[in-house]
């Protein structure tokens, strides 16, 4: 069985659409795969709760309660690597986990971490995206699933969703209907990485 780890820091839907689906698509017998817990760098997470529903082990991992980012890092991958017995889990699937995570922690993971993002990748990296592709003009927006290298937001990409921009949009309307594509896209690029 793989078991693979999912990182939150508030609302989780994304997180929330993925298990839906593992539940759905009886993720246990094809492709062999567990959602072995939920870890929220923030106790008031939300997504938290809805974990927990779902029988899902949860954990919180304090960046407050670390003097820096290599040691948060450091106890962040400890707490990972114990869902899994071999201390090896399949993926580790960032789901609005908002840390820029440290070089170490990246090639830790080499492979087996994976993001998902707001934009059209290479568009737009960074934060405040829809706002940005809105003061740019764009005609279309999206969100990108991909594989996360030492490199902020960038790495192969694994998916990709494209959405409308609207006449009068605002930020928050865009980000409504990227989301939607977001929890399309998000459990989908996962299950096909975890067949290959
Ligand atoms: C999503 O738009 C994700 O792409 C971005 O933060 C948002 C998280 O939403 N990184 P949720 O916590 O999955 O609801």
């Known amino acids: 069985m793989k078991n ?5 820091s508030g609302g989780g839907s994304n997180m929330a659409a993925i298990v ?11 492709p062999g795969v567990r959602i072995a817990a939920v870890i929220s760098n ?14 899902i082990a949860t954990h919180v ?4 309660a ?5 040691a948060f890092d450091a106890a962040l991958a400890e707490r990972i690597d114990a869902q899994d017995p071999q201390g090896h889990p399949a993926l580790v699937v960032l789901a609005g986990f908002m840390r820029v995570l440290t070089p170490d922690f990246v090639r830790h993971y080499a492979g087996r971490l994976v993001n998902i993002h707001p934009s059209l990748l290479p568009a737009f990296a960074g934060l405040h995206t829809h ?5 740019a003009g764009c005609r279309f927006a999206g969100a990108t699933v991909h594989l996360v290298t030492e490199e902020l937001d960038d790495g192969p990409i694994l998916a990709q969703a494209v959405v409308p921009v609207l006449p009068g949009d605002t930020p928050e309307q865009l980000a409504a209907r990227v989301l939607t594509q977001e929890h399309r896209i998000y ?3 996962i299950a096909d990485l975890l067949r290959r």
């Open 4 to 8: 693979i780890v999912i990182l939150i």
């Open 20 to 30: 839906r689906t593992a539940q759905r698509e009886h993720w246990e017998r094809a």
């Open 42 to 55: 923030r106790a008031d997470a939300g997504g938290l709760a809805f974990a927990r529903e779902q029988g």
């Open 61 to 64: 991992v304090d960046h407050k």
């Open 66 to 70: 670390y003097t820096d980012r290599a």
């Open 131 to 135: 706002a940005r592709a809105l003061a």
């Open 187 to 189: 459990s989908r690029a």
